[in-house]
T-cell receptor, first 111, second 117 residues
Framework: QKEVEQNSGPLSVPEGAIASLNCTYSDRGSQSFFWYRQYSGKSPELIMSIYSNGDKEDGRFTAQLNKASQYVSLLIRDSQPSDSATYLCAVRAGGSYIPTFGRGTSLIVHP | GAVVSQHPSRVICKSGTSVKIECRSLDFQATTMFWYRQFPKQSLMLMAT?????????EQGVEKDKFLINHASLTLSTLTVTSAHPEDSSFYIC?????????????FGQGTRLTVV
């Protein structure tokens, strides 16, 4: 059973702070990792993908992958109220085309 | 990122009727398309996976005769909810995967909010 775990939150941070979202996964054969943002009532939107250990930065977002510890995280710098959403972690095993989604972490950025 | 268009965005239908939802990849060829259902404040639930030209693979507990999926081309997949009932009311979302390699991404359509009355 492939599992992707996320703290459901809500994670509340003040505007301008760094929001740190974490995700752990059970399948050591996982090779592809994704972070999606989902606003209430909307469909998920891909923010970041990461495939190798280390950090990957894109604007205010940084994805961090540690395969040895089986976790992937998303850092949001200079958090804005517009970042308030549910963040979904998705993991895909090598040889599989089906991603496994976590239940999502609700982020609230308050002014 | 690539664009996936889903239509309609919202539909209300009478109990017992069928509803068709379309999912199109606009600027890429989607080797695989996924259909999800999401109830309020719950996580995504994968319903089925379809590859162009072949039958869809349904997840356990999803009735293939009720949720008909057709993936006729590399840019179009449809989900038909047959004989819809109020319990089928949900947010249906398609996702399309670009390419077939390891480092490929999947993009979501806008979703269809189905209300069965």
């Amino acid at each position: 059973q492939k599992e992707v775990e996320q703290n459901s939150g809500p994670l509340s941070v003040p505007e301008g702070a760094i929001a740190s979202l974490n995700c752990t996964y059970s399948d050591r054969g996982s090779q592809s990792f994704f972070w999606y943002r989902q606003y209430s009532g909307k469909s998920p939107e891909l923010i970041m993908s990461i495939y190798s250990n280390g950090d990957k930065e894109d604007g205010r977002f940084t994805a961090q992958l540690n395969k040895a510890s089986q976790y992937v995280s998303l850092l949001i710098r200079d958090s804005q109220p517009s970042d308030s959403a549910t963040y979904l972690c998705a993991v895909r095993a090598g040889g599989s085309y089906i991603p496994t989604f976590g239940r999502g972490t609700s982020l609230i950025v308050h002014p | 990122g690539a664009v996936v268009s889903q239509h309609p965005s919202r539909v209300i239908c009478k109990s017992g009727t069928s509803v068709k939802i379309e999912c199109r990849s606009l600027d890429f060829q989607a080797t695989t398309m996924f259909w999800y259902r999401q109830f309020p404040k719950q996580s995504l639930m994968l319903m089925a996976t379809s590859n162009e030209g072949s039958k869809a693979t349904y997840e356990q507990g999803v009735e293939k005769d009720k949720f008909l999926i057709n993936h006729a081309s590399l840019t179009l997949s449809t989900l038909t909810v047959t004989s819809a009932h109020p319990e089928d009311s949900s947010f249906y979302i398609c996702s399309a995967r670009e390419g077939a390699g390891v480092n490929t991404e999947a993009f979501f359509g806008q979703g269809t909010r189905l209300t069965v009355v």
